[in-house]
């Protein structure tokens, strides 16, 4: 069964950084790009960035390029999201996502999601 | 940036009754159109891809259809459970994007 874990949210000042985790199981995690969607209270989903099978390759939207930083362990089986310059409209519920074709298919859909872990940026 | 626009923004509709959603790409994303369910306090579903194809286990009162930039799903006799918001994604050209979605509510 394929199971997306975040985790790493939580409450931080703006200006601040936060790293969050993305732990999967139940599928050959290398060969599947990766992504994070994220959704702030009340909105629709929006798309921050993703990440090939290899890590080689990434992709940000522009509202986080420069302040965020997409990565991935195949070792751990385990994505990441480093954030730093956090402002405000970043606060949402972040989402890992994995695409339903293997790596370099570039179809980015998603099949599975993880929960979600929120993240608050306010003083 | 693509922009995928939604519409209805809310959409009231009966049990047993069919319910089709609209989604508008502002330039061509070939068949590259998913659309996604989502229930309060849950992660989004994927429904379909593709433009057309259902997900696995998706059932088949859900359908999809394009017709040059605008994408339907059609929703062929709602069930309860079918009561949620649905968005529509592209994913021919970088920045992915999502519509705004659309709230099915009982009427």
């Known amino acids: 069964e394929v199971q997306l874990l975040e985790s790493g949210g939580g409450l931080v000042q703006p200006g601040g950084s936060l790293r969050l985790s993305c732990a999967a199981s139940?599928?050959?995690?290398?060969?599947?790009?990766m992504t994070w969607v994220r959704q702030a209270p009340g909105k629709g989903l929006e798309w921050v960035s993703s990440i090939t099978g290899s890590g080689g390759i990434t992709n940000y939207a522009d509202s986080v390029k420069g302040r965020f930083t997409i990565s991935r362990d195949n070792s751990k089986n385990t994505l990441y999201l480093q954030m730093n310059s956090l402002r405000a409209e970043d606060t949402a519920v972040y989402y890992c996502?994995?695409?339903?074709?293997?790596?370099?298919?570039?179809?980015?859909?998603?099949?599975?999601w993880g929960q979600g872990t929120p993240v608050t940026v306010s003083s | 940036e693509i922009v995928m626009t939604q519409s209805p923004a809310t959409l009231p509709v009966s049990p047993g009754e069919r319910a089709t959603l609209s989604c508008r790409a502002s330039?061509?994303?070939?068949?590259?159109l998913a659309w996604y369910q989502q229930k309060p306090g849950q992660a989004p579903r994927l429904l379909i891809y593709?433009?057309?194809t259902r997900a696995t286990g998706i059932p088949a009162r859900f359908s999809g259809s394009e017709s040059g930039t605008e994408f339907t799903l059609t929703i062929s006799s709602l069930q309860s459970e079918d009561f949620a918001v649905y968005y529509c994604q592209q994913y021919n050209n970088w920045p992915l994007t999502f519509g705004q979605g659309t709230k099915l509510e009982i009427k």
């Open positions: 593709g433009a057309s």
């Open positions: 330039q061509s994303v070939s068949s590259n």
């Open positions: 996502a994995k695409t339903l074709l293997g790596s370099a298919s570039y179809r980015y859909y998603f099949d599975y």
């Open positions: 139940g599928f050959s995690f290398s060969s599947y790009d």
